[in-house]
């Protein structure tokens, strides 16, 4: 199964699901941002990719604008090469509005991430040609005031489908691209690589996500996340 059918179907499945309260808004990109996804798998999506980075879900200035995982702006038009037409989603929220590739704001975690990318690989193909960055969940929730509300702090029972769907398209996904490494982006999303890719052949690891919130990133993350990748036995990054 390709990435992009991959893709297409996760983004039918979380489109029907509903929550209630704390949850206000959600954003679906797979939806409205479909165009500069598909893009993204296209490009750089074909197998094999020795590493698979999984991130958690869409950031409001990242992924929620361009459809890109960690996609920061900049990173996704000027250094991959990708930028597209952006609809709006359902029910947006005035204090996240959707700009697409026109949004001025930058998001901290996409800067490092593909910084990062950027200063070890130089050019976008280097990178992918041993990477590839992917979402767990492509779904942004969001409270009435429009703060962002992870998936792990979902009811169970809400919790419970849209971890099913994901479940089982991260599976789809690493089985497409046969990695050696499979890297949660954050301690959340290793943990539902170890439940989802149960009896795989894949080496499942952590780094430190890279979002200002987490102290341990604003002291360095970059050197960090270069010895938390040589201590999975990721050493030769260029």
């Given at each position: 199964?390709?990435?992009?059918?991959?893709?297409?179907?996760?983004?039918?499945?979380?489109?029907?699901?509903?929550?209630?309260?704390?949850?206000?808004?959600?954003?679906?990109?797979?939806?409205?941002?479909?165009?500069?996804?598909?893009?993204?798998?296209?490009?750089?999506?074909?197998?094999?990719?020795?590493?698979?980075?999984?991130?958690?879900?869409?950031?409001?200035?990242?992924?929620?604008?361009?459809?890109?995982?960690?996609?920061?702006?900049?990173?996704?038009?000027?250094?991959?090469?990708?930028?597209?037409?952006?609809?709006?989603?359902?029910?947006?929220?005035?204090?996240?509005?959707?700009?697409?590739?026109?949004?001025t704001r930058r998001e901290?975690?996409?800067?490092?991430?593909?910084?990062?990318?950027?200063?070890?690989?130089g050019s976008a193909e280097?990178?992918?040609?041993?990477?590839?960055?992917?979402?767990?969940?492509?779904?942004?929730?969001?409270?009435?005031?429009?703060?962002?509300?992870?998936?792990?702090?979902?009811?169970?029972?809400?919790?419970?489908?849209?971890?099913?769907?994901?479940?089982?398209?991260?599976?789809?996904?690493?089985?497409?691209?046969?990695?050696?490494?499979?890297?949660?982006?954050g301690r959340f999303a290793?943990?539902?690589?170890?439940?989802?890719?149960?009896?795989?052949?894949?080496?499942?690891?952590?780094?430190?996500?890279?979002?200002?919130?987490?102290?341990?990133?604003?002291?360095?993350?970059?050197?960090?996340?270069?010895?938390?990748?040589?201590?999975?036995?990721?050493?030769?990054?260029?």
């Open positions: 199964m390709t990435l992009e059918r991959i893709a297409a179907e996760l983004a039918r499945e979380v489109e029907g699901l509903r929550f209630g309260p704390p949850v206000a808004h959600v954003y679906n990109p797979l939806a409205y941002a479909w165009e500069p996804h598909r893009r993204y798998l296209q490009r750089y999506g074909t197998p094999p990719r020795e590493i698979v980075l999984v991130g958690m879900n869409p950031g409001p200035w990242g992924m929620a604008q361009t459809g890109v995982p960690f996609g920061e702006i900049t990173a996704v038009r000027d250094w991959m090469g990708i930028a597209a037409p952006v609809g709006q989603p359902r029910h947006p929220h005035p204090k996240r509005p959707v700009l697409g590739f026109a949004c901290v975690s996409g800067q490092r991430l593909w910084g990062w990318a950027r200063k070890a690989f280097g990178f992918f040609e041993r990477f590839f960055v992917a979402n767990y969940c492509p779904l942004m929730f969001m409270g009435v005031g429009g703060q962002n509300l992870t998936p792990d702090k979902l009811k169970a029972a809400e919790a419970r489908p849209v971890f099913e769907a994901c479940d089982r398209a991260l599976r789809r996904t690493v089985a497409a691209l046969r990695p050696r490494h499979v890297i949660g982006v290793a943990d539902r690589a170890r439940a989802s890719l149960e009896g795989l052949t894949v080496q499942i690891g952590a780094i430190t996500h890279p979002s200002p919130a987490n102290p341990k990133a604003n002291r360095g993350w970059e050197p960090l996340v270069r010895r938390e990748l040589a201590a999975l036995g990721i050493r030769s990054l260029n």
